[in-house]
T-cell receptor
Framework: DADVTQTPRNRITKTGKRIMLECSQTKGHDRMYWYRQDPGLGLRLIYYSFDVKDINKGEISDGYSVSRQAQAKFSLSLESAIPNQTALYFC??????????????FGPGTRLLVL | GENVEQHPSTLSVQEGDSAVIKCTYS??????FPWYKQELGKRPQLIID?????GEKKDQRIAVTLNKTAKHFSLHITETQPEDSAVYFC??????????FGTGTRLTVIP
C-alpha cells in the first residue's frame, strides 16, 4: 500500500547508536502506530498516536521514543540501540468511522539489525 | 487488558482442503476482530474482519465466525490454493481502541 511509506527499509547499526525510523502517510488518517515483529511473537505495539498532540505508550515502549511531527508523519527513535532491538518494524495508520475503529493499513516495514 | 491466543502456530494442508485457525480473547468488551495475511517479506494486509453484532461473515473462500459467549473467533479458508500460503494473524480491539495481535499461524498449502 503506497499510501504508507517507511524509511529506511533496511538499517544496520551498532550498539549504543541513536537511530530514527520514519513513517509517512497520505491516507489522511489521524491514528498512527509503531509495531515491532519478532518471529513467533506476532506484532507488538510500541507507541501510538491518535492525533498530533496525543502520544501513548504501547505494550513494549521501553528503549523507544516517538515524535508526531504532523498528521502525516510519525517517527520512531531508538535512543541507544541494543541487539535485542533487532526486529522488523512496521508503521500503521487507521481512522474512526462513525466512532468505530477501521482497519489498520501497514507500511512496508523497516528491517533493523543492531550489532 | 486484552490478551489474544492463536492456534495452531503452524498448519499444513493439501491443496483443495480447508484450513481453520482459531483465536481466543480475554476482554469481553472487545467488539472488532480483524484477520491479516502476511506473505513472505511483505506487510500484513487485512483479509476479513468481523464486528460483534454478527456471528459470521464470508468473502468468497474466506469466512470468519465469532462466538462472543466463549470469546473465540475463527478463520476458515475453503478450497485452499498454494497462494494462500502465508502467515495469518488474528487481532482484537482493546479498551484503548487499539488492536492486540495473536502470535500468528504459518499456513502451508501443499500442491
Amino acid at each position: 500500500d503506497a499510501d504508507v511509506t517507511q524509511t529506511p527499509r533496511n538499517r544496520i547499526t551498532k550498539t549504543g547508536k541513536r537511530i530514527m525510523l520514519e513513517c509517512s502517510q497520505t491516507k489522511g488518517h489521524d491514528r498512527m502506530y509503531w509495531y515491532r515483529q519478532d518471529p513467533g511473537l506476532g506484532l507488538r505495539l510500541i507507541y501510538y498516536s491518535f492525533d498530533v498532540k496525543d502520544i501513548n505508550k504501547g505494550e513494549i515502549s521501553d528503549g523507544y521514543s516517538v515524535s508526531r511531527q504532523a498528521q502525516a508523519k510519525f517517527s520512531l527513535s531508538l535512543e541507544s540501540a541494543i541487539p535485542n532491538q533487532t526486529a522488523l518494524y512496521f508503521c500503521a495508520t487507521s481512522d474512526l468511522l462513525a466512532g468505530e475503529l477501521e482497519t489498520q493499513y501497514f507500511g512496508p516495514g523497516t528491517r533493523l539489525l543492531v550489532l | 487488558g486484552e490478551n489474544v491466543e492463536q492456534h495452531p502456530s503452524t498448519l499444513s494442508v493439501q491443496e483443495g482442503d480447508s484450513a481453520v485457525i482459531k483465536c481466543t480473547y480475554s476482554d469481553s468488551a472487545s467488539n472488532y476482530f480483524p484477520w491479516y495475511k502476511q506473505e513472505l517479506g511483505k506487510r500484513p494486509q487485512l483479509i476479513i474482519d468481523i464486528r460483534s453484532n454478527v456471528g459470521e461473515k464470508k468473502d468468497q473462500r474466506i469466512a470468519v465466525t465469532l462466538n462472543k459467549t466463549a470469546k473465540h473467533f475463527s478463520l476458515h479458508i475453503t478450497e485452499t490454493q498454494p497462494e494462500d500460503s502465508a502467515v495469518y494473524f488474528c487481532a482484537a480491539i482493546t479498551g484503548a481502541n487499539n488492536l492486540f495481535f495473536g502470535t500468528g499461524t504459518r499456513l502451508t498449502v501443499i500442491p
